[in-house]
C-alpha cells in the first residue's frame, strides 16, 4: 500500500492510529514501524473477526505478523445494527465511506465500544523483539489504519460485523417492520369492516322498529 498523499484525513482513522501510538511501548518502534509502512513493506492485510494477518519485509527478512482485536458479541452487533438503523442516512453514509460520530456516540451510549483503545491491540509476531507489538506489527497497524480511513466498515469488520454480515441483518430487520406494518394494516382493514357492520346493524334495528321497509343496500 501506498501512504495517503494528504494524510489521515477523517476522525475515525485518527482514532484508530491514536490507539496505534498508545499500543506502542517506545517511541523508537513507533518511528521504525511507520518508515516501514510507508516503504510498502507490508504485505496484504488478511481482515478476519477479531485478525489482522499479515506478511512484513525487512532488508532480506520476511516476518509474520497477526494483531487480535476483541470482537463484539452477539448481543453488541444486534445493538450495534440497530444504532445503525436507527436513523435515516447512516447505512448510506457508511457505504460512502463516512462514519458519522453521533452513531457511535450512540453505540457507546448502549455499551458497544466501536473504536479500539491501545491496551486491545494485542500483537505477536515470528521476529525476535522482546516488546509486543514490535515494529512489524506496527507497521500493520498503521497500514490498517489507512484501510480504516478510506472504509470504516472495514472496522467493522474487525470487530466481528463485515459488510454482508451488515447488510444482511439490516436487509432482515427491514423485512420484519414491513411484515408488522402489514399486519397492522390488515387489522386496520377488519376493524373498518367491523365498524361498518355495527352501523348498518344499527340502522337496520332503527327502520324495523318504525315499521319502514328494509332498502336492499342494509341487508
Given at each position: 500500500?501506498?501512504?495517503?498523499?494528504t494524510g489521515?484525513r477523517s476522525?475515525?482513522?485518527?482514532?484508530?492510529?491514536r490507539?496505534?501510538?498508545?499500543?506502542?511501548?517506545?517511541?523508537?518502534?513507533?518511528?521504525a514501524?511507520?518508515?516501514?509502512?510507508?516503504?510498502?513493506?507490508?504485505?496484504?492485510?488478511?481482515?478476519?473477526?477479531g485478525?489482522?494477518l499479515?506478511?512484513?519485509?525487512?532488508?532480506?527478512?520476511?516476518?509474520t505478523v497477526e494483531?487480535?482485536?476483541?470482537?463484539?458479541?452477539d448481543?453488541?452487533?444486534?445493538?450495534?445494527?440497530?444504532?445503525?438503523?436507527?436513523?435515516?442516512?447512516?447505512?448510506?453514509?457508511?457505504?460512502a465511506?463516512?462514519?458519522?460520530?453521533?452513531?457511535?456516540?450512540?453505540?457507546?451510549?448502549?455499551?458497544v465500544?466501536?473504536?479500539?483503545?491501545?491496551?486491545?491491540?494485542?500483537a505477536?509476531?515470528t521476529?525476535?523483539?522482546?516488546l509486543?507489538?514490535?515494529?512489524?506489527?506496527?507497521?500493520?497497524?498503521?497500514?490498517?489504519?489507512?484501510?480504516?480511513?478510506?472504509?470504516?466498515l472495514?472496522?467493522?469488520?474487525?470487530?466481528?460485523?463485515?459488510?454482508?454480515?451488515?447488510?444482511?441483518?439490516?436487509?432482515?430487520?427491514?423485512?420484519?417492520?414491513?411484515?408488522?406494518?402489514?399486519?397492522?394494516?390488515?387489522?386496520?382493514?377488519?376493524?373498518?369492516?367491523a365498524?361498518?357492520?355495527?352501523?348498518?346493524?344499527?340502522?337496520?334495528?332503527?327502520?324495523?322498529?318504525?315499521?319502514?321497509?328494509?332498502p336492499?343496500?342494509?341487508?
Amino acid at each position: 500500500m501506498v501512504a495517503p498523499r494528504t494524510g489521515i484525513r477523517s476522525w475515525w482513522g485518527k482514532a484508530w492510529h491514536r490507539a496505534v501510538e498508545e499500543a506502542a511501548y517506545v517511541d523508537s518502534d513507533l518511528r521504525a514501524g511507520r518508515h516501514i509502512a510507508r516503504r510498502g513493506e507490508v504485505g496484504g492485510i488478511s481482515i478476519a473477526p477479531g485478525s489482522l494477518l499479515a506478511a512484513v519485509r525487512e532488508g532480506d527478512d520476511a516476518w509474520t505478523v497477526e494483531v487480535k482485536v476483541p470482537v463484539l458479541t452477539d448481543d453488541e452487533r444486534r445493538t450495534l445494527v440497530d444504532v445503525v438503523a436507527a436513523e435515516a442516512g447512516r447505512v448510506a453514509a457508511l457505504l460512502a465511506g463516512e462514519l458519522a460520530h453521533d452513531l457511535v456516540e450512540h453505540a457507546e451510549e448502549t455499551g458497544v465500544e466501536l473504536l479500539p483503545y491501545g491496551g486491545e491491540l494485542a500483537a505477536s509476531c515470528t521476529c525476535d523483539a522482546y516488546l509486543d507489538p514490535c515494529r512489524h506489527a506496527l507497521a500493520v497497524l498503521i497500514q490498517t489504519g489507512w484501510l480504516v480511513d478510506a472504509d470504516p466498515l472495514v472496522l467493522f469488520a474487525v470487530r466481528g460485523l463485515d459488510r454482508e454480515s451488515l447488510l444482511a441483518t439490516l436487509h432482515e430487520r427491514s423485512g420484519l417492520v414491513d411484515q408488522r406494518a402489514g399486519h397492522v394494516t390488515d387489522l386496520a382493514d377488519d376493524v373498518e369492516v367491523a365498524a361498518d357492520a355495527v352501523v348498518r346493524a344499527q340502522r337496520l334495528v332503527e327502520l324495523m322498529e318504525a315499521g319502514e321497509e328494509l332498502p336492499d343496500g342494509l341487508l
